[in-house]
């Protein structure tokens, strides 16, 4: 049977390195196997819900995910956003009371339950092995909570190896609450049965509530069991947890803004925790080979730096001509496409991001003016350079190189004053043979200051 795995963002806050970790995880997962990938909004919380399905929708697809069934193209087992499938898991809730698996616990709340910052909703201040009072209680709003079976719970974690739990030291997870709404781990689990998955990845910060939620799958009757996988939570460089609201780490802020290459990305964080698969791999190539069993136990790191130097060699070699072609037209639309096109071979080498290719061609916008100080640049090299024939990448590259002085300061000297003259005002460009071309002879020739019957 094929696979049919699912990832359930929570709208809390706008998508994060971190958010994309797990989601490629999720989906190479079931790609790799030739099964059915599911995007299920997880809103179980209102009141943290900040962000739209359109924004997830739009920052996983610009990644290069994609989904068979969601919120946005629906599905056999839609509705795919939880707080509109409430009926379902009361029902489900219900059912579970009448085959006696769960029953109503009439402990009142805790007090200063506000203390207890583990557990949240429901189930805060019920530490350990809790067990609930069934015997009504006047004045108390019962929870629904399941009953815990007198046997160890025993389950295989693909990635974290075997878990295993007595039944003593599982504490009686909460279903309903007080107010009758259902709880995440209930909604999680009935979703999960309804919607037929049969392989959830997710962070290893619900590998404590595994084996809670594999007695309410048993209960539930789930048939087959969905196998799991927990991982390693994205940390920082420091080994801290990446907060999401570091804007920094925002897939949008990275994609759109800094122009981080999506695929280099995905490529980047896809890897971390293998340390021995190649990387530079596009999503295609990850899928064809993916095997979350094998992915480190421990948290891998999110390196700003390292993720630069690794999306500088992508462009640099990985990169499609045409996807970054239409990229940089877009971020520098006053610049035709043949010239991005022309001088993209002495672009790429050089940047990390999109934008900075962008940037690259933009001394191509400044103004002709001819006067600058070329005083290292002799009337007659300039004059060759422009009689250069014919006027392309490889003849010009040995013109200049033959132009300059083999001895290394006066070399230096000599590029700058090139570099001034051709591209003032701009630190970073191509080399020098790549700014004559895309300039051409005429612009060329005015910018170094060669007179026109000079040029001869
Ligand atoms: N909404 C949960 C999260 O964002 C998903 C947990 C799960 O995949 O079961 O962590």
């Known amino acids: ?181 259902p709880t995440y781990h209930l909604a999680s689990c009935v979703d999960d049965i309804d919607m037929r998955i049969t392989s959830v990845v997710r962070g290893a910060d619900w590998l404590n509530s595994l084996p809670q939620h594999w007695l309410i799958l048993e209960a539930l009757g789930a048939d087959p069991m969905p196998e799991f996988a927990h991982l390693p939570l994205l940390v920082g460089k420091d080994g801290q947890k990446l907060s999401k609201r570091e804007g920094g780490l925002a897939i949008r802020h990275l994609v759109a803004e800094e122009g981080v290459p999506p695929l280099a990305l995905d490529a980047y964080l896809a890897n971390l925790g293998f340390p021995e698969r190649p990387d530079l791999l596009s999503l295609t190539e990850l ?57 993209l071979p002495g672009v790429r080498p050089r940047v990390g991001t999109y934008q900075e290719a962008a940037d690259l061609y933009a ?20 004059a060759r350079i422009i009689g250069t024939e014919p006027w392309s990448a490889a003849q010009l590259e040995a013109a200049v190189d033959s132009a300059v002085p083999t001895d290394a300061e006066q070399r230096k000297a000599m590029m700058k004053a090139f570099r001034d003259a051709l591209a003032p005002g701009f630190r970073v460009t191509p080399p020098i043979h790549y700014l004559l071309l895309g300039l051409g002879r005429e612009r060329s020739r005015i910018r170094l200051g060669v007179r026109t019957e000079a040029a001869g």
């Open 287 to 343: 899928a064809s080979d993916f095997d979350i069993a094998a992915h480190n136990r421990n948290s891998p790191r999110f390196d700003p730096k390292k993720l630069r130097s690794f999306t500088r060699r992508w462009l640099a070699e990985k990169e499609a001509e045409d996807s970054f072609v239409a990229e940089i037209r877009d971020r520098a639309p006053a610049v035709g496409e043949d010239t991005v096109r022309l001088l």
């Open 1 to 181: 049977m094929e696979p049919r795995g699912r990832y359930a963002p929570s709208p809390t806050g706008n998508m994060t390195v971190a958010n994309a970790y797990t989601a490629l995880r999720a989906w190479l997962d079931v790609k790799s196997r030739g099964g059915e990938f599911v995007l299920r909004i997880d809103d179980t919380d209102p009141e943290r819900n900040v962000v739209t399905v359109d924004s997830i929708v739009s920052d996983l697809t610009s990644l290069g995910i994609t989904w068979d069934e969601g919120p946005d193209v629906g599905g056999p087992y839609a509705p795919y956003v939880v707080s509109r499938r409430l009926e379902r898991h009361v029902e489900a809730a219900r059912s579970l009371e009448a085959s006696g698996r769960a029953y109503w616990d009439y402990t009142p709340p805790l007090e200063d339950a506000s203390a207890h910052k583990k557990t949240k909703g429901a189930d805060r201040g019920r530490t350990g092995a809790y067990r609930g009072n069934p015997e009504p209680v006047s004045g108390v709003e019962p929870v629904l909570r399941l009953r815990v079976p007198d046997a160890r719970v025993e389950v295989h974690d693909r990635v974290f190896g075997e878990i295993s739990q007595a039944a003593d030291d599982i504490g009686e997870v909460a279903l309903l609450r007080s107010d009758g709404t």
């Open 363 to 382: 001394f191509l916008l400044a103004s002709d003016e001819a006067g600058r100080d070329v005083t290292p640049i002799s009337d007659e090299v300039a």
